[in-house]
């Protein structure tokens, strides 16, 4: 709890290029000299850029907690699954030319087959979630804007945050792979989902290359279906989760906990429940960061969660392009160890997700999170 550095004002600017673009081109159809139909398509367009907009404006779900007592675990209506591994060949999908290497959910997959730390039988496929789970977090205006913009060319030129029907739609399928990481724990005690993280997305916009908070959605949906009251995440990636601290602000059920690095996006931070802030000159290794966790069980001890959210993000990690610690592989898998045995050793059920990374070469990422899946796979056999 130390070095923090809360700026006044967002870096982030107030309109993509494909809202720059879309209103360049209804002035110039304005402006133009051609006939009806020149109007036409320009009202026609400025609609849909008013639409756009409106998204990022429109607020946010008010969540109603249900007033129903918890359903019992063992009464849960699906049938428990041997399974413990979310994954779908779906979360590959992606634009070749966008930073996120989106190619490490392939290859995580594949490896973890070849080298025989998973069969195919350690593995569900998700399903995708409906709208109307997702509106349980994001607002519906927020979720139009998505729409509009996966069905159009603008959908490309949208920021950082690309999107294309077929993205809105894997998305969708990682938002049900997290869901179905969070049931499998609550059914069996640990679940993991091979991708999912997205903890920049905000209620009412995307940044940071998430649209859909995945683990937020998955709480909300949990708690509506009465199988949580409390819920925790513990978010271990090099960035803020600030969407996910932003859409938890003022409730009291979920715990936030972040710990990630001061001078680095996202600016401004958001306040989760607990922030740990490290600047990059502090030199943060795998024992000063391993140091840092001993707060955990203290707080989970105070929390008491139903459910425990892990995001185990690969980019603390040393060659780590965006970030700036200084953690070694070994230093990642000793992480999870220390959070995944300290969870299971408070008897809180937990659900992984993988987060972000982003190590030149791709075989890094894969291998941290590889290292992660072994943790979970021993603490399955209980090895750990
Ligand atoms: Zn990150």
């Given at each position: 709890?130390?070095?923090?550095e809360y ?45 756009l ?28 699954t ?80 690309p999107?294309?029907?077929k ?52 709480i ?59 600047l ?66 408070i ?38």
């Open positions: 709890m130390e070095n923090y700026l006044a004002g967002s870096t982030r600017p107030p309109f993509t290029l494909a809202e720059i673009i879309l209103f360049l081109t209804v002035i110039y159809l304005f402006m133009g000299t051609g006939g009806n139909w020149q109007i036409l398509l320009a009202v026609l367009l400025l609609i849909y850029w008013f639409a907009m409106a998204g990022k404006l429109w607020p946010p779900p008010k969540f109603d907690f249900p007033a129903t007592p918890l359903v019992r675990k063992n009464s849960t209506p699906n049938a428990p041997k399974a413990n591994f979310v994954w779908s060949p779906e979360y590959k999908v992606g634009f070749w030319w966008h930073f996120p290497p989106v190619k490490k959910y392939v290859l995580i997959h594949h490896r973890a087959i070849e080298e025989k730390i998973l069969t195919e039988d350690d593995f569900i496929k998700p399903t995708p979630l409906r709208d109307q789970d997702l509106a349980l977090v994001h607002g519906r205006g927020y979720l139009w804007r998505l729409y509009l913009l996966s069905i159009t060319p603008l959908g490309f030129l949208n920021g950082e945050n999107i294309s029907f993205i809105l739609k894997k998305l969708k399928i990682a938002c049900g792979g997290t869901y179905l990481a969070c049931k499998i724990a609550l059914e069996q005690q640990i679940g993991m989902n091979l991708g999912g993280g997205f903890h920049h997305a905000f209620a009412c916009h995307e940044e940071g290359f998430c649209h859909l908070n995945d683990m937020s959605i998955a909300r949906k949990l708690q509506t279906e009465r199988l949580i009251n409390r819920a925790m995440i513990i978010d271990c990636d090099v960035h803020q989760g600030n969407g996910t601290a932003s859409i938890f602000e003022s409730d009291k059920t979920v715990f936030t906990f972040s710990i990630h690095q001061d001078d680095l996006y996202p600016y401004p931070k958001q306040y989760s429940n607990y922030d740990i802030s490290l990059r000159n502090q030199r943060v290794d795998d024992k000063r960061y391993l140091e840092e966790l001993k707060v955990l069980p203290t707080l989970i001890q105070e929390h008491r969660p139903d459910l425990i959210i892990y995001l185990a993000g690969a980019d603390p990690f040393q060659y780590d392009r965006l970030g700036g610690f200084l953690l070694t592989k070994q230093g990642l898998m000793d992480r999870d160890a220390y959070v995944l045995r300290v969870c299971a050793d008897d809180i059920p937990t659900a992984i997700v993988l987060g972000g990374g982003y190590a030149s070469n791709i075989d890094d990422i894969v291998e941290i999170h590889l290292n992660t899946i072994r943790v979970v796979h021993k603490l399955l056999k209980g090895d750990v």
